[in-house]
């Protein structure tokens, strides 16, 4: 076999494995949301940032069910924080919460994964209660100086959340980097 052929068939191989390994479905699945979907209204209130070393940030918030939705949807239904990125939002399933039927605010405190914050880049994150269902939505920045983070609502409708929601077993469900990949 000439070197030239090798070495193409090298190549090729290595895309191969990198596109095969590099797939979100390949690294990890994400579960359907199989809880009723319902009108609610809340706030995200506080998010407190991960201490170096951990990624998960502490985001504190309260949501409630909108004046008639049904009881039964609300009694089966879940609430969390999701991520949003490029291509879909992001909630893991310990995240998600039950809320009341009444119409007194349930308090929401959910561990989420924000990577990023320590690089001072904006995460967006929601307060949702389906895979389209938002209820409250902010982008959190880290002041470098005083290292709190700035929580600034935004409307439920902003392009950076029209994402679907999926649910993950775990907090990193993003890509996988191909290191060889050229």
Known sequence: MSRRLLTGALASAVVIVCIAVGSPAAAVTSEPWNYPTFCAEGQITRV???SW???LASVIGWAQPCPGA?????RLGRVGVARFGDEFGVITQRNLESLGTEATPTQITNRVYL???FLGWETVICLV???????????VNRDRAS???????IPLDD?????IVRIYPSHNPGKPVCGACV
């Open 48 to 50: 407190v940032p991960p």
């Open 70 to 74: 049904d009881p039964a949807q609300v």
């Open 159 to 163: 392009p950076r959340v029209s994402n």
């Open 129 to 139: 209660a389906g895979p389209s269902s938002r209820i409250a939505c902010a982008v």
């Open 147 to 153: 290292g709190s983070a700035q929580v600034t609502p």
């Open 53 to 55: 070393g951990d990624d």
């Open 115 to 117: 990577p990023n914050i």
